[in-house]
């Protein structure tokens, strides 16, 4: 198979999930027809490629990192290979590349130079989140993380927390794993007692947990639990955040 | 394989896509654990597990529709076999379920019952079109129709292109395929020049365009067409569109 000249946008698992139960047998099919990556993490990138085709000759590849580390001036001179006609792929850390990570600014400049990109399937923790939460899907805004200062997080989270109420907008953020149970303990302190939330963690592994409740039904549950059990309900692992309107 | 008691949402190819090419090999696995299915429309419904697993016995297979003719009353009674232990399937129009579908209530009462709910991964034009716009994947917001009042209409578009100024955040909108244009044409006249707009048709078949330009440049480029070349750059197919800061 020839691949048509394009930047292939190329999701990865999420943890170590295997690749057949999140990625469609096409990817691999693409992965074949492209030398010429660019990618957030070599050594992962490799790992990946190895793990969805292990007859891969990963020494005949080239590799461009694309991380917080690249000089943004050097982001243009990545995509040569493309401009000569040769199709090329963008790999992130997790997930669905270009979003939330920095495979976008590699993504605006090639729509700048009109070179085609067509993105792959995979697995995205906010489009299964939102399946799973039950919150509404016609309308939900993904917002990152929260500001770290206390005041400032506050007031993000009540601005978020109106418009799920008032725009019937489902909200959506993350947070470092670590800081999860902190997380979760400044939502049910801040948000309305009806305001609905979902903790979806781990989407994809095998330790998944997409869980609903009212804001006044996770403090009831939370509250008669041991340090133990609510490390176990919040667990430090990847997970995002839902808001909706009750 | 005996397939885990949950609520599978089991996302649909987009258009005629060929199966292996936006879904997991482990869907097929999920469908084979599974004989109640909560779907939009039979007809499609059928039509797909079919062409997923043509050895399907559909006629040993149940199914409810859940769509606008639905009575809300009776979608609770929808997941007793679930509640009895047998793991069940939500299956929409296109694209994955319960994301701007009627499937979000079904999966919300699952919730509040606390039954498990298990998302799938697939093709998703929102994620898909992130990816590829080349706009911030940070922070987006999908928000379904806009009004269809011009003056409403008007008032929100200005609305979003505030949000993707001042917070930084994509906004994404759909539209009935027959207005794309008509769509386009108030975007054109609306929305600042340095805007960045990004059309993104057909997102996994054959005739995919992703293309992001300024409104000053789509102007431009449109100005010049016939009416059959300005079809043929928005065609009548379905569409999201994209604005972000230019």
């Avoid at 978020?160 to 993350?174: D, H, M, P, V, Y």
């Avoid at 979760?184 to 998944?208: F, G, H, N, Y």
Wanted: hydrophobic fraction near 40%; glycine fraction near 6%; proline fraction near 7%.
């Amino acid at each position: 198979m020839t691949l048509e000249t394009a930047l292939y946008l190329i999701p990865v698992t999420l943890g170590d999930t295997p690749v057949e139960q999140v990625l469609p047998a096409w990817n691999r099919e693409v992965i074949k027809g492209i030398r010429h990556f660019i990618v957030e993490n070599v050594r992962s990138a490799r790992r990946f490629l190895k793990k969805t085709e292990p007859a891969i000759d990963i020494d005949a590849l080239s590799f461009v990192e694309l991380n917080q580390h690249t000089d943004p001036k050097d982001i243009a001179g990545y995509l040569l290979p493309l401009e000569k006609g040769e199709p090329m792929g963008v790999i992130s850390e997790a997930g669905c590349p270009a979003v939330a990570d920095p495979g976008a600014d590699v993504v605006a400049i090639a729509q700048e130079k009109g070179l085609k990109v067509v993105p792959l399937v995979g697995p995205s923790s906010i489009i299964m989140s939102v399946m799973g939460s039950g919150f509404n899907g016609q309308s939900f805004a993904f917002n990152g993380y929260l500001p770290i200062e206390e005041g400032a997080r506050t007031k993000r989270l009540q601005l978020l927390e109106t418009r799920a109420w008032n725009e019937s907008q489902t909200q959506l953020f993350i947070e470092t794993p670590y800081r999860n149970m902190k997380l979760m303990e400044q939502l049910l302190r801040t948000l309305r007692p009806r305001t609905r939330l979902c903790v979806a963690s781990d989407i994809t592994c095998e330790d998944e947990k997409i869980v609903t409740r009212s804001v006044a039904e996770w403090q009831r549950r939370l509250k008669g639990m041991t340090d133990e059990e609510r490390q176990k309900e919040i667990p430090r692992v990847p997970a995002i955040f839902l808001i909706y309107k009750g």
